[in-house]
Nanobody
Framework: QVQLVESGGGLVQAGGSLSVSCVVS????????MAWYRQAPGKQRELVAG???????NYVDSVKGRFTISRNNAKNTVYLQMNSLKPEDTAVYYC?????????WGQGTQVTISS
């Protein structure tokens, strides 16, 4: 059974930094794109950043220049480094992975930014 397990969320003051990571475990043939989504209370889930198997990245405009997504294919892990955090970045952050046409989600990790 494939599992995505996030870690690294927490509480930080505005202007601070936080890093979250997601490890993929289980029997999986190939990992294609990986991504981080977030969902704030009362809002829809949104794509924060994505990274292809080849390392190409994309970001939502609101985090460009502040967040960096990366992956370690040998460790089946994707990371999100978040700098200059703002209270509006507060949300549950979810790891997402595509394997062929199958989509997998992690359970989410809470990130809270205090003002």
């Amino acid at each position: 059974q494939v599992q995505l397990v996030e870690s690294g969320g927490g509480l930080v003051q505005a202007g601070g930094s936080l890093s979250v990571s997601c490890v993929v475990s289980g029997s999986i043939f190939r990992i294609n794109a990986m991504a981080w989504y977030r969902q704030a209370p009362g809002k829809q889930r949104e794509l924060v950043a994505g990274i292809t198997a080849g390392g190409a990245t994309n970001y939502v405009d609101s985090v460009k220049g502040r967040f960096t997504i990366s992956r370690n294919n040998a460790k089946n892990t994707v990371y999100l480094q978040m700098n200059s955090l703002k209270p509006e970045d507060t949300a549950v952050y979810y790891c997402n992975m595509m394997s062929g046409t199958i989509e997998y989600w992690g359970q989410g990790t809470q990130v809270t930014i205090s003002s």
